[in-house]
């Protein structure tokens, strides 16, 4: 069936690096890529999105990349602050359907 | 904009009960929810996706007659787990699709969720 992976499992960086977050889909006919960050115990929250027919798209301290060929699209963050410290969840969206394919997940720990 | 909300927050019952949980969107117009379950440090698994006017579509190895699903209306889709069992504790979180013209979509393509529901069975 179709899968996103997603890596690493887990990212420390010191508070002001970046952080990347790498997802890899194999549907190629996906054309929708959201990011959702979630706080223990909370919802997951939309922080950026992407369609396939842009190659980059960037908000303040957040951008993501696609590259359709290779089917991969990555997160970074900037200037990273411990508030950033949550799980990231890739997804894609599953073609001729709304539903997604969410990534495994990546904790991120920025250290202060 | 697309403010989803989700009732129970938590609820707590006994083996063999059944327990609804309420996802309503509060500001837009939802003709497609999804439910998913999330176990704890594990990615959200989909469920199944909630439609409008007609039945649920389940995703393989999700029991329809254990997970009821209803979305009567517009901005109401609701999940009944029957029977409930000590394995079915999880946190299950609904989310709607935000249809194209609505406020926070840009693509009709975006999903906003609830808060989430904590079911523990005893």
């Known amino acids: 069936g179709e899968n996103v992976e997603q890596h690493p499992s887990t990212l420390s960086v010191q508070e002001g690096d970046s952080a990347v977050i790498k997802c890899t889909y194999s549907?190629?006919?996906?054309?929708?890529f959201p990011w959702y960050k979630q706080e223990l115990g909370k919802r997951p929250q939309l922080i950026i999105d992407?369609?396939?027919?842009?190659g980059e798209k960037k908000d303040q301290r957040i951008a993501v990349t696609l590259n359709k060929t290779a089917k991969h699209f990555s997160l970074h963050i900037t200037e990273t602050q411990p508030e950033d410290s949550a799980v990231y969840f890739c997804a894609a969206l599953y073609s001729g359907t709304y539903k997604y394919i969410f990534g495994t997940g990546t904790r991120l720990k920025v250290l202060a | 904009g697309a403010v989803v909300s989700q009732h129970p927050s938590w609820v707590i019952c006994k083996s063999g009960t059944s327990v609804k949980i309420e996802c309503r969107s509060l500001d837009f117009q939802a003709t497609t929810m999804f439910w998913y379950r999330q176990f704890p440090k594990q990615s959200l698994m989909l469920m199944a996706t909630?439609?409008?006017?007609?039945?649920?579509?389940?995703e393989q190895g999700v029991e329809k007659d254990k997970f009821l699903i209803n979305h009567a209306s517009l901005t109401l889709s609701t999940l009944t787990v029957t029977s409930a069992h000590p394995e079915d504790s999880s946190f299950y979180i609904c989310?709607?699709?935000?249809?194209?013209?609505?406020?926070?979509?840009?693509?009709?393509?975006?999903?906003?969720f609830g808060p989430g529901t904590r079911l523990t069975v005893l």
């Open positions: 909630s439609n409008e006017g007609s039945k649920a579509t389940y």
């Open positions: 989310s709607a699709r935000v249809p194209l013209g609505e406020s926070g979509s840009a693509s009709g393509n975006e999903q906003f």
């Open positions: 549907d190629s006919a996906s054309n929708y």
């Open positions: 992407i369609r396939s027919n842009v």
